[in-house]
Structure formats: C-alpha cells, structure tokens
C-alpha cells in the first residue's frame, strides 16, 4: 500500500452508501419468516407431544388429559395459518395457469404483481374482518381451559400480516425475488 493511498477506499469516506431499500425489506422478510419458523415447529411439537401423551394416557393409564384435544389443535391451527406466508413466498399455493402459461413472460409478470396487489388487498380484509371477529367473542372461554377462544384468530391476523409483507414485496421486486436465495442454498 502507498503512502496516502487505501486499497479500500469506501473506508475513507464514512460508514459507505445505506443499503438499498430492496435490500432492507428483503432482511426484515427473512428475520420474520425464521421467527415464524420457529414458532410453527414449536407448535408442531406442542402437538405431538400432547396427541401422543394423550394416547399414552388413555391406553396405558385409562385416563384422559382433558384439555390435551383442545390445545393440540390450537397448536395445529396456529402452524397451518403461520405456513401460508412460505407458501406465498415460494409459491407453491395451487394456481390454475392455463391461459397465463400462454403469455409471454413479461405479461405474466405483471399480472402477477397485480394478483399479489389484489391478493394483499384481500389479505387487510381478512385480518380486518378477524379483529372484529376475535374481538366480539373475546369473551368466551374454551371449554376445558381459561382461555378465550379467540386465540384461534390470532394466527389468522399474524398469517394476513405476514403474507401481507410478502405479497407487496414481490410486488414491489417482482416474482423471482426468492428464487436466487433458493438456488444458492
């Protein structure tokens, strides 16, 4: 290296450029889609620890867990309704793509942006629709345990959100945003 010279010039000039606007959403997306994760195979687990205590018990013991039923599929909705957003961002959702296959590729494209437009506007009805939902039967408790049974929309409003940001994020950067994350891994 030469007297007053950097081989790395960028360090001169401060912290460098903010990173792209892309680039930010793109970090967000993935840190809640591995939030997200985790909390489905821990619902995953929740479940199949208490279906299988539950076997164990009535078979081996002759007694029941009552309230195992109940929150082993409260687990279970909260993992199916978590795993729609990976399904939008991978999308392999069933579509019926008989006349778009028929489009050239920068028609398929754009109405693709526009169907996740339409889809994220469908999504803010159904999480706006399960507020209202959740919140007029907050008062009713689950049959076997003190808890409202509108914790079973909870996930419905957290998959809207989250598919929400994806839908308007491969809106935004378009439909092969995911793809060069799935072929380097």
């Not at 967000?28 to 279906?51: E, F, G, K, P, Q």
């Not at 909260?78 to 489009?103: C, Q, S, Y």
Request: hydrophobic content about 50%; glycine content about 8%; overall charge neutral.
């Amino acid at each position: 290296m030469k007297t007053g010279h950097s081989e790395q010039p960028h360090m001169l000039n401060g912290a460098g450029p903010l990173p792209a606007p892309g680039a930010f959403g793109r970090r967000l997306l993935l840190r809640v889609d591995s939030a997200s994760r985790y909390t489905i195979c821990a619902c995953m687990a929740v479940m199949v620890l208490l279906v299988s205590a539950q076997v164990f018990c009535r078979y081996l013991l002759s007694e029941s867990i009552d309230w195992a039923d109940e929150m082993s599929r409260l687990a279970f909705v909260w993992a199916v309704f978590l795993a729609i957003p990976h399904g939008l961002k991978h999308g392999i959702h069933v579509g019926i793509d008989l006349m778009t296959n028929r489009l050239s590729f920068r028609m398929q494209e754009r109405l693709a942006r526009l169907m996740m437009l339409a889809s994220g506007l469908l999504m803010v009805v159904v999480c706006y629709q399960s507020v209202l939902v959740a919140i007029d039967g907050w008062g009713e408790l689950m049959p076997t345990i003190p808890v409202s049974a509108s914790v079973f929309y909870i996930p419905v409003m957290l998959s809207c959100g989250h598919g929400l940001l994806h839908l308007l994020f491969m809106a935004w950067q378009g439909t092969r945003v995911w793809i060069e994350e799935e072929e380097a891994a």
